[in-house]
C-alpha cells in the first residue's frame, strides 16, 4: 500500500511533529546530510527556528551529529521513524498511568459513597 505525502504528513503529526518540523524532515530525508544553513536557506526560517528542529530531531532520535564540523545526517526512516514512535509510545504510557492512578483514587473516594 503507497501512502499520498498528506497521508504521511498526516500520520508525522499524530506523532507530535509541527508542519514546519515535518518540512524540514522530508527535506532531510533527501538530503541526507546537511547542516542549519541549509535548512534555514531551503525553508525559509530563522536561525534560531533552524537550530530549534536540529536540536529536537537529535532528541527525538532522527538525526545524528556529523563527523564533519556542525553537520548532521539523518537516520534511514526505519531507524528514524522507530526511535520517534518509542517515544510517542512512553509519552502515551505515562498519560495512560496517570489517568489510571486518577481513577484508582477516584474509585477509594467514591465508595464509600456507594457502601454507605
Same mark, same amino acid.
Given at each position: 500500500?503507497?501512502l499520498?505525502?498528506?497521508?504521511?504528513?498526516r500520520?508525522?503529526?499524530? =506523532?507530535?511533529?509541527?508542519?514546519?518540523?515535518?518540512?524540514? *524532515?522530508?527535506?532531510?530525508?533527501?538530503?541526507? #546530510?546537511?547542516?542549519?544553513?541549509?535548512? +534555514?536557506?531551503?525553508?525559509?526560517?530563522? #536561525?534560531? %527556528?533552524?537550530?530549534? +528542529? +536540529? #536540536?529536537?530531531?537529535?532528541?527525538?532520535?532522527?538525526? $545524528?551529529?556529523?563527523?564533519?564540523?556542525? &553537520?548532521? !545526517?539523518?537516520?534511514?526512516? &526505519? =531507524?528514524?521513524?522507530?526511535? $520517534? *514512535?518509542? =517515544?510517542?509510545? #512512553?509519552? /502515551?504510557? $505515562?498519560? =495512560? %498511568? %496517570? !489517568? &489510571?492512578?486518577?481513577?484508582?483514587?477516584?474509585? %477509594?473516594?467514591l465508595?464509600?459513597? *456507594?457502601? /454507605?
Open positions: 500500500m503507497s499520498s505525502v498528506d497521508e504521511m504528513k500520520i508525522l503529526k499524530e =506523532m507530535d511533529l509541527k508542519e514546519d518540523e515535518i518540512e524540514a *524532515y522530508f527535506f532531510i530525508l533527501k538530503e541526507k #546530510e546537511f547542516d542549519a544553513n541549509s535548512l +534555514i536557506k531551503n525553508l525559509n526560517i530563522d #536561525e534560531k %527556528r533552524a537550530k530549534e +528542529i +536540529i #536540536e529536537l530531531f537529535i532528541k527525538k532520535g532522527l538525526i $545524528i551529529s556529523s563527523t564533519k564540523n556542525e &553537520r548532521f !545526517k539523518c537516520l534511514h526512516p &526505519r =531507524m528514524g521513524l522507530t526511535n $520517534i *514512535y518509542k =517515544m510517542w509510545e #512512553e509519552a /502515551q504510557m $505515562i498519560e =495512560m %498511568r %496517570r !489517568k &489510571r492512578a486518577k481513577i484508582e483514587l477516584l474509585v %477509594r473516594n465508595t464509600p459513597i *456507594y457502601e /454507605q
